[in-house]
Nanobody, 117 residues
Framework: EVQLVESGGGLVQPGGTLRLSCAAA????????MSWVRQAPGKGLEWVSG???????SYVDSVKGRFTISRDNAKNTLNLQMNSLKPEDTAVYYC???????????WGKGTLVTVSS
């Protein structure tokens, strides 16, 4: 059974940092691209960042230079280092696994990040 479990969310002041992690199980982690997707209160889903099986990364423009995605294939873990956080980064952050074809086939339950003073 595929499992994706996010952790690391919380309340942080503007300009602060958080590190999200996603523990993956039930599949061969290093064989799949992974992503972080967020949903702000009252808004739709927004893709934030992705990392391929070879480690190539990509980001939405609004987080470039502030967020860093990484993966630890030995520990089956996906990470998102978030620096210089802004109130507009407030959202539930989901870890998502790319399927064999296209699109995401599994999602975690999410972790809430709140950026507020």
């Amino acid at each position: 059974e595929v499992q994706l479990v996010e952790s690391g969310g919380g309340l942080v002041q503007p300009g602060g940092t958080l590190r999200l992690s996603c523990a993956a199980a039930g599949f061969t982690f290093n064989n799949y691209a992974m992503s972080w997707v967020r949903q702000a209160p009252g808004k739709g889903l927004e893709w934030v960042s992705g990392i391929g099986i070879g480690g190539v990364t990509s980001y939405v423009d609004s987080v470039k230079g502030r967020f860093t995605i990484s993966r630890d294939n030995a520990k089956n873990t996906l990470n998102l280092q978030m620096n210089s956080l802004k109130p507009e980064d407030t959202a539930v952050y989901y870890c998502a696994k790319f399927g064999p074809g296209s699109g995401f086939d599994y999602w975690g339950k999410g972790t809430l990040v709140t950026v507020s003073s």
